[in-house]
């Protein structure tokens, strides 16, 4: 029987990354909230998770799936970090953008038949 060889890349387990967390301070986080890098974060140490975290949001906005898939953590460990973010104010949330819906085929229809007899 071989040894178990341990996983390539990440050398830190996730629950050393959430401080053993399984759950967020806020229910509000999913994985299409959009997280914002605060205009002027308060200082103080972070995890590199965290770190790494607020920089990726500093340019603009992430959504948490986004986040998670740069952090190469699963998306309940981000929605955990993002949500201490939030709380220390490094981090701030938008509601996601909502999905489009499809336009009335009737409307459509009038436009058509307008434009067929302009034409």
Not at 8 to 17: E, S, T
Not at 65 to 75: D, K, M, N
Request: glycine share 8%.
């Amino acid at each position: 029987m071989t040894p178990r060889q341990p996983p390539a890349g990440r050398l830190v387990r996730v629950y050393v990354v959430t401080d053993g967390r399984a759950h967020p301070t806020r229910n509000t986080l999913e994985p299409g909230t959009l997280l914002v890098g605060a205009y002027d974060p308060p200082p103080g140490p972070l995890s590199p998770e965290k770190c790494r975290l607020v920089e990726l949001c500093g340019p603009g906005a992430l959504s948490v799936a986004e986040a998670a898939a740069h952090l190469e953590l699963p998306v309940s460990v981000t929605k955990v970090l993002a949500a201490d973010l939030v709380d220390s104010g490094h981090l701030v949330t938008r509601a996601p953008v909502p999905a489009a819906r499809p336009p009335d085929p009737g409307v459509l229809q009038e436009v058509l038949d307008a434009l067929r007899d302009r034409l």
